[in-house]
Structure formats: structure tokens, C-alpha cells
């Protein structure tokens, strides 16, 4: 997906927040091809992979899938880890 699109047109689906973006990879096109969408409000994270962002409703979406993926990423989140598809803070 576009990283114009990304920032400008995506929103959170549950509170129309503003989203930020992490990009972890991306082409020459400037298409984003893995990153991380979080929201400032619900804390929620929504992963990007393979071009599209995952923004279902929560009930839909599988941890046990996700996981190895946040795990993976782990540095992009900077000390925050993923927990029922929230970033938690890191340091307590
Ligand atoms: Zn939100």
C-alpha cells in the first residue's frame, strides 16, 4: 500500500483516530510492504504485511498468528510489547 494512503487516509476503525506508521520494509515505489499502524487512543496495533494493513475487528483476528510477527518486529516497537492486539508500554 501507498505510504500516502497510509498516512492520509487510514484512521482507527474503532475510535477514527489518527494512526501512526512504523515501516519496516518498503519498495522503490514507496509502497510499504511490512510496518506497524498504532493508535494513539486504543493503543491498538495493527500490522502490515505483505502491502495490507490487518484492521479487522478484534474477535477476528488470530494472536497465535500475529504473534510470531510482533516478535519478529520486536525493536520496531521499541521496548512496547503486543498484548491482545494493544502496544503495552515496556518499561513499568
Ligand atoms: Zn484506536
Keep these: 500500500m501507498k505510504l500516502d494512503t497510509l ?3 487510514l484512521c482507527c476503525p ?3 483516530s489518527d494512526l501512526s506508521l512504523k515501516i519496516i520494509t518498503q519498495d522503490e515505489h514507496d509502497n510499504v510492504l511490512e510496518g506497524i499502524l498504532s493508535c494513539s487512543e486504543c493503543k491498538r496495533v495493527y ?3 505483505s502491502g495490507i494493513p490487518i484492521m479487522t475487528p478484534d474477535e477476528f483476528r488470530e ?3 500475529e504473534e ?3 516478535e519478529k518486529w ?3 516497537l521499541e521496548g512496547g510489547k503486543v498484548k491482545n492486539f494493544r502496544l503495552t ?3 513499568e
Aim: charged share 40%.
Design 7 to 9: 498516512k492520509n487516509k
Design 14 to 16: 474503532f475510535d477514527k
Design 47 to 49: 500490522p502490515i504485511v
Design 63 to 65: 494472536p497465535a498468528l
Design 68 to 70: 510470531p510477527m510482533f
Design 74 to 76: 520486536e525493536r520496531f
Design 89 to 91: 508500554e515496556g518499561k
